[in-house]
């Protein structure tokens, strides 16, 4: 039996297990369904905020690599807690290709474990962690990605996906 604490508590989401269903605004003020995407390898990578150094840095990173993760049949996806207009700034400005998804509440995150106490220069709050959720064509999780370091982490994703 269950206890009350661990049936609240929502476990971290790991490979092997289906991918937690969300439906989310884009920037093309669209409703996406996770699902909408069955049969593609979803990379779904989260980060904390457009237009701050990090995130820019791997969204850019994601951007360059386009082509190849196509090539693999794998659709990127961007989430952040920021709204749909800012998503629409951010998308432009560095001309991203692919689909961005606002996540105000930050539930999204949540349900993929991708929120939760940081640390910053001995200063805990809680936030956004980044983490990338790399998705099967049938809807489970095939790789997951935690406490992200920006600096070779697309390539990374993109040497673990099946050629």
């Given at each position: 039996?269950?206890?009350?604490?661990?049936?609240?508590?929502?476990?971290?989401?790991t490979?092997?297990?289906?991918?937690?269903?969300?439906?989310?605004?884009?920037?093309?003020?669209?409703?996406?369904?996770?699902?909408?995407?069955?049969g593609?390898?979803?990379?779904?990578?989260?980060?904390?905020?457009?237009?701050?150094?990090?995130?820019?840095?791997e969204?850019?990173?994601?951007?360059?690599?386009?082509?190849?993760?196509?090539?693999?049949?794998?659709?990127?996806?961007?989430?952040?807690?920021?709204?749909?207009?800012?998503?629409?700034?951010?998308?432009?400005?560095?001309?991203?290709?692919?689909?961005?998804?606002?996540?105000?509440?930050?539930?999204?995150?949540?349900?993929?474990?991708?929120?939760?106490?940081?640390?910053?220069?001995?200063?805990?709050?809680?936030?956004?962690?980044?983490?990338?959720?790399?998705?099967?064509?049938?809807?489970?999780?095939?790789?997951?990605?935690?406490?992200?370091?920006?600096?070779?982490?697309?390539?990374?994703?993109?040497?673990g996906?099946?050629?």
């Amino acid at each position: 039996m269950m206890s009350t604490s661990e049936a609240t508590s929502s476990p971290l989401a790991t490979v092997g297990q289906p991918a937690p269903e969300f439906e989310l605004q884009g920037d093309d003020g669209a409703t996406h369904r996770l699902r909408d995407f069955r049969g593609r390898t979803v990379v779904l990578y989260f980060y904390p905020k457009d237009n701050t150094p990090g995130c820019t840095q791997e969204s850019c990173d994601f951007r360059d690599q386009q082509a190849a993760y196509t090539q693999r049949n794998a659709v990127i996806i961007g989430i952040s807690p920021d709204s749909v207009a800012s998503h629409q700034k951010f998308k432009s400005k560095f001309e991203l290709p692919f689909l961005l998804l606002a996540d105000p509440g930050a539930a999204v995150a949540q349900k993929f474990g991708a929120w939760g106490e940081k640390n910053m220069y001995g200063k805990k709050s809680m936030g956004l962690i980044r983490s990338t959720f790399v998705i099967g064509g049938d809807g489970r999780l095939t790789a997951v990605y935690r406490q992200v370091k920006v600096a070779g982490h697309v390539q990374k994703v993109l040497g673990g996906l099946a050629g």
